[in-house]
């Protein structure tokens, strides 16, 4: 069973940067693809971003692209979601997601539990 753990959240200003993390286990990280959701209360989850095996492919959503940036490190098991220039808007749960596929019509079997991103004006 793979399991993911996220952290890097937290309270931050609008304009600020964080860096999420998430750290696999329970399956060789370099068979996952790795993905970012995130979602509001009342709203539906929303893809955010995503990158393949080794790193060579990646694909944003509208509202992240140019400001947020998708990377993992194979050595280290963990993906990561680096959040710059960050609006009230950003404000949501995060939650890093993981799959054997890649694609846009990828389901995502595996979820870590969310690190929560408030940004103020």
């Known amino acids: 069973q793979v399991r993911l753990v996220e952290s890097g959240g937290g309270l931050v200003q609008s304009g600020d940067s964080l860096r999420l993390s998430c750290t696999a286990s329970?399956?060789?990280?370099?068979?996952?693809?790795m993905a970012w959701f995130r979602q509001v209360p009342g709203k539906e989850r929303e893809f955010v971003a995503d990158i393949s095996w080794s790193g060579q492919r990646s694909s944003y959503s509208d509202a992240a692209k140019g400001r947020f940036t998708i990377s993992r490190d194979n050595t280290k098991n963990t993906a990561f979601l680096q959040l710059d220039n960050l609006k009230p808007e950003d404000t949501a749960m995060y939650y890093c997601?993981?799959?054997?596929?890649?694609?846009?019509?990828?389901?995502?079997?595996?979820w870590g539990q969310g690190t929560q991103v408030t940004v103020s004006s």
């Open positions: 329970g399956r060789t990280f370099q068979d996952l693809v």
């Open positions: 997601a993981a799959s054997l596929d890649y694609g846009p019509a990828t389901m995502y079997p595996y």
